[in-house]
Structures are given as structure tokens and as C-alpha cells.
């Protein structure tokens, strides 16, 4: 018995160290890569059996090869579309109500994604130009964002797209794309316009996050007729539900009319304080109002979501420990994995 256990202790350390011959490259236990990614444990078993990150079984956990997680991390990651055939997901950030954390989400759920090592653009479609801003860009010296690339056919949508800092890419909006609502009325199917324009970007991500203004405008409509889904930011606060009828109506209006596609992923309660009673009670209510369609997910109301773009970073830098933090990757496991 005790001759047999300590022959296999033997296999398994000479295992270990021909893994580690072979490959001369370090592992992680799955809490070391949990914890560089900011998921739970749970989070990186799913992830191994999906195949998203290379492991080795020993023993009771697994070895996951440096590589592999760097690999996930986006390190030299991109393949060409030509060879995956991938499309990208289009996902958009509405609510027609302003200050709700659309622009907060839309950055954080994207950067979370780049951290699970996927190939991201988001796409500002505010006229405010808070994302482009968020993200590092310049806007009062852009000569091109999306305001051309919607009115003018021929302009390339890549020579417009630019890189950030965080490892996202961005198409960038800036004040002149208030004209675009506009403007538009007078384009041939004005509503589809900017769907065309991501069908030409689609193969180069895998997924496209649509910032969307405070309204249910063009703009708007452009972006549900060009997603696969919808996310809702909401606040729980008192009369935060109330045009979350109007919104949904006009969901189910666009699956009819230009997308039949449409799903909602998802309403995102944002900026919770989970100390008052208030704010619970408006959660339950919104989860009894409208089962199945509130994210398990709750973003925490935490002073430094609010810093974090001040200081150019996405929450996940600026304090990856926080709960608000946590809970955008678990987003983005989630938003990945449907
Ligand atoms: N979880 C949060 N905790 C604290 N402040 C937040 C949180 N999420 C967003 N905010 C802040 O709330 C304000 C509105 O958020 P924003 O994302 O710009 O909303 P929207 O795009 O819907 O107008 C911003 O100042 C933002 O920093
Ligand atoms: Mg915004």
C-alpha cells in the first residue's frame, strides 16, 4: 500500500517536472489565476472546461500554464478573423434615462472582456463623447469619428477606429454627431446605417459594445437595429422603473420592424447601495416585475467607480479589489459565455 501510494507520488513528481522540462514555462495554481483575473475559482474551473485556458490535472486542482493565462489576457492574442471566421457580438448600452451608468458599463464590461483575452471595440454613440473621453481619447482634436463614418459611405470605418491605453479599440464619437439625428432623416434607410457599418468591422472582434445616448432617438434606434443584444443599466432608486415600459416597447417594436434578432441579455442594477432598504426593495421589485431578465450581477455604488476616470483608468486598475470591479468581470464571463 505505502509502496504503492509513494510510486505514484513518484510518477507524479516526475510528471511535473517533464511538464515543466518540456514546455520550460511556469503554472498557476487555478486561486493564483483566479485572483490575477479578478473571477472566483468557479469562474476559471468553467473556463477550463470551455477550453478558454490551457490546464493540466494534478492532483485535486490544475496547472495552468503562464502562456495560456497571458494568452487569455489578450498577450499576443488577436487571430485574424480569416482564419476563426468569428463575428463579433454587437451588444448595446441603453437607456434612455441619463446618469444611470450606461457609458460606466460600456467601458468596464469592455476592458473586463480584453481580460479574458477577447478582441473588443466599443463604439461611442453619445454626442457627449463620455466614453471617447473615458477612454483616453482627445476628442477636441479628432478630425474623424463616427459622425463621418455614419453620413459618409465611403469613408473607411478603420482609419477612424483608434487604439486606448486599456486594450480596447474605439470609435470615437464627438460633439457633431448631434447633428447626425438630424442629418440622418434624409438617408435611405436611415435606421440601418450604422448596421451596415459594423458588418464590415464585425469579423475583426469578437465583441462590439454600443454606447448609447440619454434618448430614444436615431441614434438609438441605430444601435438596437445593429445588436444581437441589449444590456439595461438601472439605478435602484424610486421612479428609476418608470421608462423601463416605454424602453421595452420599444424593443419589442425594432424585433418586429428592423431586428429580429434583438434579446435583452439583461437589466444591470447599478450604482446598488445595498445599506438601504429602499434600494433592495426597488431590486425585488424589479426581479418580481420582470423575471428572468435581471442580471444575478448588481454593480455596487462605490465613490471610486466615480474617480476612475479622472484618473484615466477603468475600474479594474484603479481598484481591482472593489465590488464594483468584480462584479464588471463577472459581467463580462457572463456577456462571453452566452
Ligand atoms: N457603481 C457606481 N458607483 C458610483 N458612481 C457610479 C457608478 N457607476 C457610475 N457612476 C457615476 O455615475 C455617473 C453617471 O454614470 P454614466 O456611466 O456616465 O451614466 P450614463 O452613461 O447612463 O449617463 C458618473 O459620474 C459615473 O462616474
Ligand atoms: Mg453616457
Redesign the pocket.
Known sequence: MEAERSKAEARAAIGRTALQLATAESFLSTKEVARRLGVDTKTVLRYIRQGKIRAVKLGRDYRIAESSLQALLGVGSAQPAEETGSRALVTA?V?Q???????????NLGVALHRLGRRVLLVDL?P?A??SISAGINVGTLSLSVYQVLLDEELDPFTVIRKTSSGVDILPATIDLAAAEIELVNVTLRELVLRDVLEKIRPHYDHILI?CP?SLGLLTVNALAAADRVII?MQCEFLATRGLALLLRTLSKIQGRLNRNLRVAGILP???DSRTTHAREILDELKATFPGQVFDIT????????E??AAGLPIMDYDRDSD?SQAYMRLAAEVDSA
Do not use: C, E, W, Y
Not at 434615462?97 to 467601458?107: A, C, E, N, S
Not at 454593480?299 to 466615480?306: A, I, S, Y
Open positions: 448600452i437607456n434615462k441619463g446618469g444611470v451608468g450606461k457609458t460606466t458599463t460600456t467601458f453619445d457627449q463620455s466614453l454606447d440619454p443599466p447599478t450604482m446598488f454593480v455596487k455604488h462605490t465613490v471610486r467607480v466615480k476612475s476616470p464594483a
